[in-house]
T-cell receptor
């Protein structure tokens, strides 16, 4: 158990819909990262927040957005869903922003868009 | 976008065999990490290598960072069924943790 929790574990929805994925970081960790893992693209970095502020953006679509709340939990919002958005979405947390701060990954949310 | 190619993509071996997984890029990374991911779980960090030519050992696992910091390898000695999983390398750009570029992955199955 990494100490990072993600809900829900599974999500099935239809094209065009909007969903929210939730992540609670390990106690004391200020950085939260979101990743998308699909069969064709592998594991890709989407976005990072540090202590409530957006820190870095990766390959995140404009239809996707995220935020980190004062209690440090984070939400990833996916809208106008397409079939290709079906993937595993992982949240990770770390103490800081250095590359030497280990990232701890949650168990993921499996999103299926029908 | 920097690309990290791993080979082989799939590997099925018997318990007790040795294996090597390769992670190659045309770009230079400041450091490189190796992760293992099991079904239904997120990746777990195994090791970080920082210096070109560095070799790190973790029990039966040996990790090497290429001299030019563009490639890395993971060698497993006497594989066990518990080593089964998806192995991912990840290159780090600069000193910022967010700049993690993951490799294409190697799926390893070790059978009795």
């Amino acid at each position: 158990d990494s100490g990072v929790t993600q809900t829900p574990k599974h999500l099935i929805t239809a094209t065009g819909q909007r969903v929210t994925l939730r992540c609670s970081p390990r106690s004391g960790d200020l950085s939260v990262y979101w990743y998308q893992q699909s069969l064709d693209q592998g594991l890709q970095f989407l976005i990072q927040y540090y202590n409530g502020e957006e820190r870095a953006k990766g390959n995140i679509l404009e239809r996707f957005s995220a935020q980190q709340f004062p209690d440090l939990h984070s939400e990833l919002n996916l809208s106008s869903l397409e079939l290709g958005d079906s993937a595993l979405y992982f949240c990770a947390s770390s103490a800081g922003t250095s590359a030497f701060n280990e990232q701890f990954f949650g168990p993921g949310t499996r999103l299926t868009v029908l | 976008t920097q690309l990290l190619e791993q080979s082989p993509q799939f590997l099925s071996i018997q318990e007790g065999e040795n294996l090597t997984v390769y992670c190659n890029s045309s770009s230079v990374f400041s450091s490189l990490q190796w992760y293992r991911q099991e079904p239904g779980e997120g990746p777990v960090l195994l090791v970080t290598v920082v210096t070109g030519g560095e070799v790190k050992k973790l029990k039966r696992l040996t990790f090497q960072f290429g001299d030019a910091r563009k490639d890395s390898s993971l060698h497993i000695t006497a594989a066990q069924p518990g080593d089964t999983g998806l192995y991912l390398c990840a290159g780090v750009e600069g000193s910022t943790a967010s700049k993690l570029t993951f490799g294409t992955g190697t799926r390893l199955q070790v059978t009795l």
